[in-house]
T-cell receptor, first 112, second 114 residues
Framework: DTEVTQTPKHLVMGMTNKKSLKCEQH?????MYWYKQKAKKPPELMFV???????INESVPSRFSPECPNSSLLNLHLHALQPEDSALYLC???????????FGSGTQLSVL | AQSVSQHNHHVILSEAASLELGCNYS??????LFWYVQYPGQHLQLLLK??????LVKGIKGFEAEFIKSKFSFNLRKPSVQWSDTAEYFC????????????FGSGTRLQVQP
């Protein structure tokens, strides 16, 4: 079992819906990450939070909006997504150096 | 910008065969190197890592990797694979810049036949 918890595990949404993905860790890590993974592809970095501040945004469309309410929680707010946004969304946490990551099981998102 | 190449996209082996998966990176400075594994239906998890020191590093489940700086390589090896090693394997690099985030290779799907 992973120590990074993501909810929900599966999500189906329409292109006009607003939904949120949630991630929680209690390992005391001060860096948290959102990755997007398409089938049979490597994870692609979306956002990095370091000490609750957004430190990296990989030119992600504004229909994805991250939020880090505190050091244990990370959210990804979704609005007006497109079918091509369907993917596995992975949350990870780690130390401030960025390499030793603990991944959650992901949210499998389908946009209809 | 740094990049990571995994040339073996799909490898099929029989149980007890030896394994070597290639990983090459492009970056001239100091690197930290990682192998992550994703078993079917499970989350990504760290297999092994190299930061400094002995270039031969050992990880979980009998895996090892060797950092060869002159070849910009970090190949993953296992002397004898098991059916339970069937998974997707990702090589990743962390470079000594302000951008503290991993760059992943494209992955190698390993299928071990009983």
């Amino acid at each position: 079992d992973t120590e990074v918890t993501q909810t929900p595990k599966h999500l189906v949404m329409g292109m006009t819906n607003k939904k949120s993905l949630k991630c929680e860790q209690h390992m005391g890590h001060r860096a948290m990450y959102w990755y997007k993974q398409k089938a049979k592809k490597p994870p692609e970095l979306m956002f990095v939070y370091s000490y609750e501040k957004l430190s990296i945004n990989e030119s992600v469309p504004s229909r994805f909006s991250p939020e880090c309410p505190n050091s244990s929680l990370l959210n990804l707010h979704l609005h007006a997504l497109q079918p091509e946004d369907s993917a596995l969304y992975l949350c990870a946490s780690g130390d401030r150096f960025g390499g030793l990551l603990f991944f959650g099981s992901g949210t499998q998102l389908s946009v209809l | 910008a740094q990049s990571v190449s995994q040339h073996n996209h799909h490898v099929i082996l029989s149980e007890a065969a030896s394994l070597e998966l290639g990983c090459n990176y492009s970056y001239g400075g100091t690197v930290n190197l990682f192998w992550y594994v994703q078993y079917p239906g499970q989350h990504l998890q760290l297999l092994l890592k190299y930061f400094s020191g002995d270039p031969l590093v050992k990880g979980i489940k009998g895996f090892e990797a060797e950092f060869i700086k002159s070849k910009f390589s970090f190949n993953l090896r296992k002397p004898s694979v098991q059916w339970s090693d069937t998974a997707e394997y990702f090589c990743a690099v962390l470079v000594d810049t302000g951008r503290r985030a991993l760059t992943f290779g494209s992955g190698t799907r390993l299928q071990v036949q009983p």
